[in-house]
């Protein structure tokens, strides 16, 4: 379509599903860095690549609930915590269950990415009160054996399906900016749009290159094929909250500004994702200022 028309088509079923002018604020903290065992192609924290990133071990519960309420103040009503894990192990699962419930304590809706899951550690989760499950399928199907060798694709959507069995919500997205076609782009979304139930989240991320991982000098996508992407995912999955994720400190305002209203309504608060840089408060704050929008808070979630 043209792009005009495709970004009024994408507005259009935005308003019908959303308040036009509010975005849904996160806060993402790494609650354990770095050697991951897995081979992303895209991640500093895999133990494969000389990203120059230590690993470290689970940070303290108190921590967690600590910087949770920080993040709650400052506007945030979403708090996902993410584990460089293929799978939590047994030892860790107490930890992680009481960090659920000290954020859920806090009136915060409760995120985590922790690798893959199996029914069991999904329903565990959901029992301490784990509102979202993150886990992307980073590419097409048939694009995801260039990026990642250490689990296939149905590894993920069998994880996809065990926290949806659990009675958990998804928040399950991708990568572009990875050297894959456009049809790659649209694949990923039709993916997740024809799955039994698409997810309620749905980050989309441009790839930041970082140096010692494989895709550290990949070719940046266009902005304009970024707005038609988040446009294509608001069309696939109206009801969904679409989230600007990773990238964008590469965004220019404008950019962000045509992404909000080609259907993006999420974003992740604060200086840092996981181990990767993310605008600082104050500029989404003067952001938002200027565009008129509002961050949604608890009662209009």
């Known amino acids: 379509m043209p792009f005009n028309d495709l970004l009024f088509l994408a507005q259009t079923i935005h308003r019908q599903n959303f308040d036009q002018n509010r975005v849904q604020l996160s806060r993402l903290l790494s609650i354990k860095t770095g050697g991951c065992p897995e081979d992303c192609g895209y991640c500093s924290q895999s133990a494969h690549h000389q990203s120059g990133l230590k690993a470290s071990k689970l940070i303290e519960i108190e921590r967690v609930v600590a910087e949770a309420r920080k993040a709650r103040d400052a506007g945030a009503t979403r708090y996902c915590m993410g584990a460089a894990w293929r799978g939590p192990k047994e030892r860790d699962m107490d930890a992680v269950l ?49 990026v990642v060798s250490t689990r296939t694709f149905a590894d993920r959507l069998e994880t996809l399906a065990n926290v949806r069995e659990a009675g958990i919500k998804v928040c399950c997205g991708g990568i572009v900016g990875m050297g894959e076609e456009k049809a790659d782009r649209i694949d990923m979304l039709v993916t997740l749009s024809n799955l039994p139930e698409p997810p309620e989240s749905v980050p989309i991320n441009m790839l930041i290159p970082i140096p010692g991982t494989p895709l550290a000098t990949a070719e940046p996508i266009d902005a304009i094929a970024f707005v038609r992407l988040v446009a294509l995912a608001r069309v696939l999955m109206p ?4 989230r600007l994720s990773a990238g964008r400190t590469a965004m220019s305002d404008e950019l962000q500004a045509l992404c909000f209203f080609a259907g993006a309504n999420s974003i992740f608060l604060g200086d840092t994702l996981l181990t990767a840089e993310n605008p600082e408060v104050d500029e989404d704050s003067a952001l938002f200022s200027r565009l008129g929008i509002k961050p949604m808070d608890r009662e209009t979630r």
């Open 98 to 146: 009481a960090m659920i419930e000290g954020v859920k304590a806090l009136g915060m809706e409760t995120c985590m990415t922790l690798g893959m899951l199996d029914l069991d550690q999904a329903q565990r989760l959901k029992q301490a009160g784990l509102d979202y499950y993150n886990h992307n399928i980073d590419t097409s199907e048939s694009y995801y054996g260039e």
């Open 239 to 242: 009801k969904s909250d679409v």
